[in-house]
């Protein structure tokens, strides 16, 4: 008679509790290391090279300073930029304070223009877009762009008399932080 197959005993990472081999695609692996290190040093043979690599590293630093030295540092530490993550390890970038104007034509004659960025130089959506309908008297609306992010769409072809405007009623918008996007190429209004 054959034996029964006796169940595969899966072990899981302390810190982000994932399996061993999983642990550098997840997005605290940094975390992760000294664990890996202690409890599964064969599945990141690098890692015990680069610990010993980094623990030479630090002898060093130790023996070249001098406690003259630590004691001029004084509480000078400088902290570090905290970065912002998304899932999977990957950086945010930050965004860069630009206003993005870009005309869309529908049904051959009609013509919306998009005002896109407004928001990051502190301009409320639904105020500007009052503004806007009002100045141009025509329809100006708040929606969500295909990126979720929301932007102003105004009814009509205004394009470039939309920057002076702009520029006029929100002076922390510069004109050279204003572009066009036209046959798909970002062009700077000023």
Not at 152 to 173: M, R
């Amino acid at each position: 008679m054959a034996e029964k197959p006796q169940p595969v005993v899966v072990q899981y990472c302390q810190v982000c509790s994932l399996p061993p081999e999983y642990c550098e695609f997840g997005s605290e692996f940094e975390k992760c290391k000294p664990w890996l290190i202690q409890n599964a040093p064969d599945l990141y043979p690098d890692l015990l090279k680069a610990n010993a690599n980094e623990a030479d590293k630090v002898a060093d630093q130790l023996q070249s300073t001098g406690i003259s030295s630590a004691d001029s540092g004084g509480s000078s530490e400088a902290k570090p930029e905290e970065v912002k993550r998304l899932p999977g390890g990957k950086i945010k970038k930050k965004e860069k304070k630009e206003v993005i104007i870009e005309k869309v034509v529908r049904n051959k004659r009609k013509c919306i223009t998009t005002v896109k960025g407004l928001e990051l130089f502190g301009v409320k959506l639904s105020d500007a877009s009052k503004k806007l309908g009002k100045k141009f008297a025509t329809g100006a609306s708040v929606v969500k762009g295909p990126t979720d992010k929301e932007q102003i769409d105004v009814q009509g072809d205004i394009s470039y008399d939309i920057v002076e405007f702009i520029t006029e009623t929100w002076p922390d918008v510069l004109e050279t932080s204003i572009f066009f996007i036209e046959d798909g190429k970002k062009v700077p209004a000023a």
